[in-house]
């Protein structure tokens, strides 16, 4: 299974915080999939948990079933037309540049990009390179969807491809982010632990006292850290930690491959290993509660 099928099937078991969640998911996921070939309108995907999560989202908006084909691998779900024109388009804001009404609370937005990605999104696997794409089609949806991953702190971009208009995100923190907001934290997990391998890795000749050894116990536990300082800087913010939690949450932000150590020795007034571990561990209690 390829790292974007595995993010899919990880992400269509999430529970939906609210029923406008629902339909900010469905809406980007139709706008991704849907097809309008001679005079006939079908939703396509070559994943079969996508199929079943968009089933269970029309069932939820609509209080209807959506039976779909599988032929080959191709799960395909085709709307009555009258339908589709008349209750989902004005339902979903499928057509004109309005989406204000779909993501009325800050859930809705997660719950919009994660649908995005159902229906068209990739990405590629941390340790080849640093690339994530929706496949929007049109530019009127790929223009709304980079202005809801900038609601989420997200730096999306649009590029024209074989007639279509691709929204990709470039670097290993805003990706890692992205697949964060999508409820993915575990492939989240993935990215920040495959750069800080690299970068450690990198700098092992340089650093005398580095153990080969322990790279990847320091790569994983400093990810962590770093995924529950993001967690509480995006809920409830850097402005509700105590001071010297606030302190060291920055400091391992600026410095992501120092030591205990080397943190400790940073703070004002300096503190030892243990100190620095207590502090750190207190942030990811914290965020484990969020």
């Known amino acids: 299974m390829s790292f974007t099928q595995n993010i899919k099937e990880n992400i269509s078991k999430i529970r939906n915080q609210c029923d406008f969640c629902d339909i900010a998911e469905l809406s980007a996921l ?18 079969e ?7 269970l989202l029309f ?3 609509f209080s209807k079933k959506l039976d779909y084909t599988n032929k080959n691998g191709s799960y395909r779900f085709y709307p009555e037309f009258d339908f589709f024109v008349s209750i989902m388009a004005d339902r979903l804001m499928l057509f004109g540049e309005n989406y204000g009404g779909l993501i009325p609370n800050e859930c809705c937005k997660a719950a919009y990009i994660r649908g995005a990605f159902l229906g068209g999104g990739s990405v590629s696997d941390p340790g080849a390179r640093y690339h994530m794409e929706f496949d929007a089609r049109y530019e009127v949806y790929a223009n709304q969807l980079c202005k809801i991953l900038e609601k989420c702190g997200i730096n999306g971009k649009i590029t024209y ?3 279509r208009f691709i929204v990709y995100v470039k670097g290993y923190e805003q990706i890692a982010d992205a697949l964060g907001v999508m409820g993915d ?19 092992a000749n340089r650093r005398a006292n580095c153990e080969v050894a322990n790279i990847d116990k320091i790569a994983k536990t400093a990810a962590q850290q770093e995924v529950a300082i993001r967690k509480i800087q995006k809920t409830i913010g850097f402005s509700n930690l105590p001071k010297p939690l606030k302190e060291i949450a920055r ?3 600026e410095n992501p491959f120092d030591s205990l150590k080397e943190l400790g020795e940073k703070t004002n007034p300096p503190i030892g290993k243990s100190g620095v571990n207590h502090r750190l561990k207190r942030i990811e209690e914290i965020a484990d509660k969020l």
């Open 59 to 61: 069932g939820s908006v």
């Open 251 to 253: 400091l391992r932000m």
């Open 30 to 47: 139709v706008k991704l999939c849907t097809n309008y070939q001679g005079g006939e309108i079908f939703m396509v995907t070559e994943n």
């Open 161 to 163: 491809r074989k007639g």
């Open 49 to 55: 948990a996508v199929a079943e999560r968009l089933q």
């Open 185 to 203: 934290i575990s492939a989240a997990m993935e990215f920040y632990n495959a750069t800080i391998e690299k970068n450690i890795r990198n700098n």
